[in-house]
Each structure stands twice: as structure tokens, then as C-alpha cells.
């Protein structure tokens, strides 16, 4: 289920031609695990495309509280939403893992000289919004267990090795950062991961998720 570029994402719907041009006009840069790629509130003159590794998208409650606003890979477009509007950055990311990006500060001239990449950002765009708000239809309607199940359906249909009939899922992503995904505690993060293991669905070990029974996962997480 993995690829060099997500099925979907910004950079993966782009021509050869286009993406020679994108990287033509860029610069690539590396970031450890934990470094801080993008500060919210911070101002906006480029965007960034990750060409390898994982990063989490993440806001900050007015009581300190993180909350994760997604979690991007290869080929994903990011401050897309700030470049747009012209206001600071609306979450931080930082890296999961180690990372590389390529870094853009002339993506208007490159919009400019590719209508179509244009256009593509725009379904992009509404395509997040439509996301979001789905997710905050699930924070209203599912219990726990149910959005910790949407969220590892999620991370399994976009970054599962299948082997046989299970699928491995290996992000780093702490608890307190799933807890944060999915809008509940880590304690209660915690009793929905025993609940799915108990019910034979899934088995967890350090910033790891072997699922054993994906559609009995799909049918939990509705």
C-alpha cells in the first residue's frame, strides 16, 4: 500500500513535465525526527512538498492542549492553505520521521506558467475542507473506539504493508498524539485500543499496528 507518493496527493497527480518544473524551481531540504518543519501563526512565502517521510499537522488548544489536525506523506502539498489566503500559518508540522521536502518560494510563478496545477490545488483544497469536516461529524458521532478505528483505517489504507491477510502500520505516533487525532484522552485512547484488541481486530507494540481483520475494523470505525 506504500508508494514514493501517495496515491492522491499533490504531487503525484502532477505530469513529468510539471514536476521537473516544480523541482526546478525549488530547493530541497532534510529534517530530523521532532524538528519543527512549520510554526503556526508563523508568516507564509513558500510552501513545501514532501518527497519522503511522514509529518504531523498539529493546533494548539488556548489550555496548551495539541491537537492533531492530520498526518501527511510523501507527495503531500503543505501551506498551501496560508499561501492561499495570505494569513500566517494555521497549524505547525513537525516530523514524524526523518524527512526531505522540497522547498518552493515561487509557487505563484509556477502556478502561473501551469493552469492546470492550478486547478488542481483548488480540488486539493476543497477536498482538506471536506475532510475536516467530515472529522468533526465523527468527534459528534462516534463514541472513541469508533474514531481510533476510523483513524487506523486511515493510517492503513495510506501507509499499511499488507502481508497475507494483515496489514502493518509503523508511524511513530505516540498515544498522546492519537489521542490528540481523535479528539479524546489518552486514557480513553488506551481502553478503545484494548477494546480492539480484545475483540481480535488489531495488536499494538511500540509506534506500531498490525491489523488482523481490516473489514471488522471498517465496520467498527462506522
Known sequence: MRSSSEPGEFLSLLTEEETADLFGCGRRRRWERGATVMT????SDWVLVLTSGRVKVSSHTASGTEVVLAVRGPGALLGEMSFISGEPRSGTVTALEAVEALVVRDFPGFLNTHGRVAVLLLRLVVDRLRDS???????????????????????????????????????????????????????????????????????????????????????RAR
Open 40 to 43: 503556526e501563526g508563523d508568516a
Open 133 to 219: 469536516d467530515r472529522k468533526r461529524v465523527e468527534y459528534g458521532a462516534f463514541d472513541t473506539a469508533g474514531r481510533v478505528a476510523t483513524r487506523l483505517v486511515e493510517l492503513a489504507e495510506r501507509f499499511g504493508e499488507t502481508n497475507g491477510g494483515t496489514v502493518r502500520v509503523v508511524l511513530p505516533l505516540s498515544q498522546d498524539e492519537l489521542a490528540g487525532w481523535t479528539g479524546a484522552s489518552r486514557e480513553a485512547v488506551s481502553k478503545a485500543l484494548r477494546s480492539l484488541r480484545d475483540r481480535g481486530l488489531i495488536e499494538t507494540g511500540r509506534r506500531r499496528v498490525t491489523i488482523y481483520d481490516l473489514d471488522g475494523l471498517r465496520r
